[in-house]
Nanobody
Framework: VQLQASGGGLVQAGGSLSVSCTVS????????VAWFCQAPGKEREFVAA????????YYADSVKGRFTISRDNAKNTVYLQMNSLKPEDTADYYC???????????????????WGQGTLVTVSS
């Protein structure tokens, strides 16, 4: 499974940005896909995840109500729409996927076997 993240960039505080994660090599709907972010000098942390099937979604408290994760199985792509961005959202954003992860581990970085490269999101104040 290969994951390709894209769509990062520079945006002003209060603005919006969407990042994408395209999965190749397997059918997207067989996988749970998540986004994590890593700011300079900090550990990688959970942002959002979407399950296969009905596509239940999960969010970190810090982004709930501002970010939306969605998937387009026909395009094998997962999106993260980020609204009302804050300077503290500045980070590299990574997508991750796993076919076997259990619900209790969905926010755990160790639960994911497949990772894409990061895409940088910079929010200016």
């Amino acid at each position: 499974v290969q994951l390709q993240a894209s769509g990062g960039g520079l945006v002003q505080a209060g603005g919006s940005l969407s990042v994408s994660c395209t999965v190749s090599g397997r059918t997207l709907n067989n996988y749970v896909v998540a986004w994590f972010c890593q700011a300079p000098g900090k550990e990688r942390e959970f942002v959002a995840a979407i399950r296969r099937g009905q596509g239940n979604t999960y969010y970190a408290d810090s982004v709930k109500g501002r970010f939306t994760i969605s998937r387009d199985n026909a395009k094998n792509t997962v999106y993260l729409q980020m609204n009302s961005l804050k300077p503290e959202d500045t980070a590299d954003y990574y997508c991750a996927a796993d076919a076997q992860i259990i619900l209790s581990s969905i926010r755990d970085i160790r639960g994911y076997d497949y990772w894409g490269q990061g895409t940088l999101v910079t929010v200016s104040s």
